[in-house]
């Protein structure tokens, strides 16, 4: 019984798998319900890994093949790769049943979806530097196919955008991976954790290791290689949106996370601070380009952008308590970005129109819809009692004691706040008369995301330490927090009211900045040396 | 071909890629990009005179087998792309009459 129960990270990567293949190729009706059936067993497999984990601290390693470590492939597990896991089957699961309705009869997009599904936890869970690589090509590849799959003209240019860009980072990761190999004769992770500090030719390493981060911060969507990302994600359906902003750029902060912090731990470059501040570039620059467009997807796009900054900023740090608030920021950014994204969708999908300033009256004429947008708003602007402002609140021990750097936090959180209350004014006005499609599955799946939500801000101190094993010592609940809260709510207001609404040229300019694809890959070669530099001096 | 002359075809597929106007050209420059990576990891895993990897036990001074599997798993993920992305392409062209990144990319919707 152990020794299956040992081998259930292989079946997370081939239930969906085969599912999708049999959903594809069994055109029945009845086929594509064969979803749900995977999502559940996926569950029980994942639960039932989950107890034998904590009994065997032993046995998290699982070697394909027989070969021994060094040579075979292997996936292991430890605590962050299981949360991880728990997040891609839970988001995967609520989209689904978000998607269902509209996509009952489209056995192709089922395949692409599910086949997606069991890639993303193959590569969470895989320990194979190259199997690493090979998933996060395939998930590059079915990304396109999903982005381009409402075969429109934009939908095409943001797919080969995407393609292009990212297979090139990709491949930069891989040439990564070659040196290495070159130097230490291993492409195992935890082996590679072991040799990397006391072995090999230093200049190699460096260099390795400054061609992988870069190479897998173009699939993180970092400044300045994140301009894929709005076409992407403001192009895509909206389910297929929340699958990307939720899931998808964070499997590629993942990968950063266990090349920082596992892999090139005992190298010793000590770069926290490089990518600190990368991180905060890229939370100010998302949060302008957010403020000035008008579109409701492309406003949340650029959202993703700036959150992926905050998150930059937590886990780049080497303190316990900002790293564990940035991994909490991932998972809370996953719910309440899918939550906007799909809120949104079904606005959009109503009102026929993507203008923020176009839809009115959200509040009257769909109510749960309505109050679920709230609770995703006063998440990501970090309000008490969600769970927004708890992974903000450990972060923000990365900026105490340091003035730029807080006022510089002060300042990402003023912009999310007006770019938001920009975004609220869907809410209100009068009730708009629309023919309203009934679909109960739709609705369950974001009151899911928007209970979750509410959940992790309310019982953050039993989360914090059944995932993380930390308590935190702070009270956030102090009224201080709420009255500072205020405090931003009315500056945002004033701002978005004297300043944003007006729409002055410099807000017009942002919106029609384009980057053209070769300043894109111009930008990469500019990132890649001034990492080089900042590795090398 | 020593490995200096690989980095250099990489190389040029990045300058390509910065400068090419057109997204055939930047499909192919990504392609060249991918063949000097796995010319660089055939040639760091070569061995001059070494003999195929078989475990025999008979054959001595074997080339290291792990780059050419790799190598072949990197082909194969290359051609998918470059499949998917000439299909895109050509669904590019039908839409705006072009395949210039400019105009593509400038148009609205």
Same mark, same amino acid.
């Given at each position: 019984?152990?020794?299956?129960?040992?081998?259930i990270?292989?079946?997370? %990567?081939?239930?969906?798998?085969v599912?999708?293949?049999?959903?594809?190729l069994?055109?029945?009706?009845w086929?594509?319900?064969?979803?749900? &059936?995977?999502q559940?067993?996926?569950?029980?497999?994942?639960?039932?890994?989950?107890?034998?984990?904590?009994?065997?601290?032993?046995?998290?390693?699982?070697?394909? =093949?027989?070969?021994?470590?060094?040579?075979?492939?292997?996936?292991?597990?430890?605590?962050?790769?299981?949360?991880?896991?728990?997040?891609?089957?839970?988001i995967?699961s609520?989209?689904?049943?978000y998607?269902? !309705?509209f996509?009952?009869?489209?056995h192709?997009?089922?395949?692409?979806?599910?086949?997606?599904e069991?890639?993303?936890?193959?590569m969470i869970q895989?320990?194979?530097?190259?199997?690493?690589?090979?998933?996060?090509?395939l998930?590059? %590849?079915?990304?396109?196919?999903?982005?381009?799959?409402?075969?429109s003209?934009?939908s095409?240019?943001a797919?080969? @955008? @995407?393609l292009?860009?990212?297979?090139?980072?990709?491949l930069?990761?891989?040439?990564?991976?070659?040196?290495?190999?070159?130097?230490?004769g291993?492409?195992?992770?935890?082996v590679?954790?072991?040799?990397i500090g006391?072995q =090999?030719?230093?200049t &190699?390493?460096?260099?390795?290791?400054?061609?992988?981060?870069?190479?897998?911060?173009v699939?993180?969507?970092?400044?300045?290689?994140?301009?894929?990302?709005?076409?992407?994600?403001?192009?895509a359906?909206?389910?297929?949106?929340?699958?990307?902003s939720?899931?998808?750029?964070?499997?590629?902060?993942?990968?950063?996370?266990r090349m920082e912090?596992?892999?090139f731990?005992?190298? $010793?470059?000590?770069?926290?601070?490089?990518?600190?501040?990368? =991180?905060?570039v890229?939370?100010i620059?998302?949060?302008?380009?957010?403020?000035?467009?008008k579109?409701?997807?492309?406003?949340?796009?650029y959202?993703?952008v700036?959150?992926?900054?905050?998150?930059?900023?937590g886990?780049?740090?080497?303190?316990?308590?900002?790293? @564990?608030?940035?991994?909490?920021?991932?998972?809370?950014?996953a719910?309440?970005?899918?939550?906007?994204?799909?809120?949104?969708?079904i606005?959009? !999908? +109503?009102?026929?129109?993507?203008?923020?300033?176009?839809?009115?009256g959200?509040? !009257?004429?769909f109510?749960?819809?309505?109050?679920?947008?709230i609770?995703?708003?006063l998440s990501?602007?970090?309000?008490?009692?969600f769970? $927004?402002?708890?992974?903000?609140?450990?972060?923000?021990?990365?900026v105490?004691?340091n003035?730029?750097?807080?006022a510089?936090?002060?300042?990402?959180?003023?912009?999310?706040?007006?770019?938001?209350?920009k975004?609220s004014?869907v809410?209100? $006005?009068?009730?708009?008369?629309?023919?309203?499609?009934?679909?109960?599955?739709?609705?369950?799946?974001?009151?899911?995301? $928007?209970?979750s939500?509410?959940?992790i801000?309310?019982?953050?101190?039993?989360?914090?330490?059944?995932?993380f094993?930390?308590?935190?010592?702070t009270?956030?609940?102090?009224?201080?927090?709420?009255l500072d809260?205020?405090?931003?709510?009315?500056? =945002?207001?004033?701002? @978005?009211?004297?300043? &944003?609404?007006?729409?002055?040229?410099?807000?017009?300019?942002?919106? +029609?900045?384009?980057?053209?694809?070769?300043s894109?890959?111009?930008?990469f070669?500019?990132?890649?040396?001034?990492?080089?530099?900042v &590795?090398?001096? | 071909?020593?490995?200096?002359? #690989?980095?250099?075809?990489? *190389?040029?597929?990045?300058y390509?890629?910065?400068?090419?106007?057109?997204?055939?050209?930047?499909?192919?420059?990504?392609?060249?990009?991918?063949?000097g990576?796995?010319?660089l990891?055939?040639n760091?895993?070569n *061995?001059?005179?070494?003999?195929?990897?078989?475990?025999?036990?008979?054959?001595?001074?074997?080339?290291?087998?792990?780059?050419?599997?790799?190598?072949?798993? #990197?082909?194969?993920i290359?051609?998918t792309?470059?499949?998917?992305?000439?299909m895109l392409c050509?669904k590019?062209f /039908? /839409?705006?009459g072009?395949?210039?990144?400019?105009?593509? *990319?400038?148009?609205?919707?």
């Amino acid at each position: 019984m152990n020794d299956f129960l040992a081998q259930i990270p292989i079946f997370l %990567v081939f239930i969906p798998v085969v599912f999708s293949i049999i959903i594809y190729l069994f055109k029945a009706k009845w086929t594509t319900y064969l979803s749900f &059936v995977s999502q559940v067993l996926l569950l029980i497999a994942f639960f039932a890994y989950l107890s034998f984990w904590r009994l065997h601290p032993g046995d998290h390693l699982l070697v394909f =093949g027989g070969w021994s470590e060094r040579i075979g492939i292997s996936f292991f597990h430890d605590g962050l790769s299981l949360t991880f896991s728990f997040l891609a089957i839970f988001i995967f699961s609520v989209i689904l049943m978000y998607l269902f !309705k509209f996509r009952r009869k489209d056995h192709k997009f089922f395949f692409f979806f599910l086949f997606l599904e069991g890639i993303f936890l193959g590569m969470i869970q895989t320990n194979d530097l190259f199997n690493m690589f090979v998933f996060l090509e395939l998930t590059t %590849v079915l990304v396109t196919v999903l982005i381009s799959y409402q075969k429109s003209g934009p939908s095409f240019q943001a797919g080969i @955008y @995407y393609l292009l860009l990212n297979t090139v980072g990709a491949l930069f990761f891989l040439i990564g991976i070659v040196f290495l190999y070159n130097v230490f004769g291993t492409i195992n992770i935890r082996v590679l954790q072991e040799l990397i500090g006391t072995q =090999g030719d230093r200049t &190699v390493v460096k260099f390795a290791y400054v061609i992988m981060m870069s190479g897998i911060s173009v699939k993180a969507a970092l400044f300045p290689l994140f301009t894929w990302l709005p076409k992407a994600h403001g192009v895509a359906q909206s389910g297929i949106s929340a699958l990307l902003s939720g899931l998808v750029v964070k499997g590629a902060l993942y990968v950063l996370i266990r090349m920082e912090r596992f892999l090139f731990v005992e190298a $010793g470059f000590h770069m926290n601070e490089l990518f600190f501040w990368i =991180g905060v570039v890229t939370a100010i620059v998302g949060v302008t380009f957010a403020i000035s467009q008008k579109d409701m997807k492309q406003i949340l796009a650029y959202h993703t952008v700036s959150q992926v900054g905050i998150m930059m900023m937590g886990i780049s740090q080497i303190g316990l308590t900002p790293f @564990y608030g940035g991994v909490l920021h991932i998972i809370n950014h996953a719910l309440f970005k899918s939550l906007l994204f799909l809120g949104a969708g079904i606005l959009i !999908k +109503h009102y026929q129109t993507k203008k923020v300033y176009e839809i009115k009256g959200a509040l !009257k004429t769909f109510p749960i819809v309505a109050v679920m947008l709230i609770i995703a708003m006063l998440s990501i602007s970090g309000a008490p009692l969600f769970n $927004g402002f708890v992974s903000k609140s450990m972060i923000k021990y990365a900026v105490k004691g340091n003035f730029i750097k807080e006022a510089l936090f002060f300042l990402i959180n003023l912009g999310t706040v007006t770019s938001f209350i920009k975004f609220s004014s869907v809410l209100f $006005g009068p009730k708009a008369i629309l023919v309203k499609e009934k679909n109960p599955l739709q609705i369950i799946s974001i009151i899911v995301l $928007g209970l979750s939500c509410l959940g992790i801000g309310l019982f953050y101190q039993v989360i914090a330490s059944s995932i993380f094993g930390i308590t935190i010592s702070t009270n956030l609940w102090e009224i201080s927090h709420f009255l500072d809260y205020g405090l931003f709510l009315v500056i =945002g207001f004033l701002f @978005y009211r004297f300043v &944003v609404k007006k729409d002055y040229l410099p807000f017009q300019k942002i919106r +029609h900045f384009k980057l053209t694809f070769e300043s894109a890959n111009y930008m990469f070669v500019v990132y890649l040396l001034v990492v080089l530099g900042v &590795v090398f001096l | 071909m020593s490995p200096i002359l #690989t980095i250099i075809v990489i *190389l040029v597929g990045l300058y390509g890629l910065a400068t090419s106007k057109n997204i055939i050209k930047s499909v192919f420059c990504v392609t060249i990009i991918e063949s000097g990576l796995i010319l660089l990891f055939l040639n760091l895993g070569n *061995l001059e005179g070494g003999s195929i990897p078989i475990l025999s036990g008979l054959v001595e001074n074997i080339v290291d087998p792990i780059p050419q599997a790799l190598m072949i798993t #990197t082909i194969v993920i290359g051609s998918t792309i470059t499949a998917l992305a000439l299909m895109l392409c050509i669904k590019i062209f /039908h /839409h705006f009459g072009s395949i210039e990144w400019k105009e593509v *990319l400038g148009r609205e919707e």
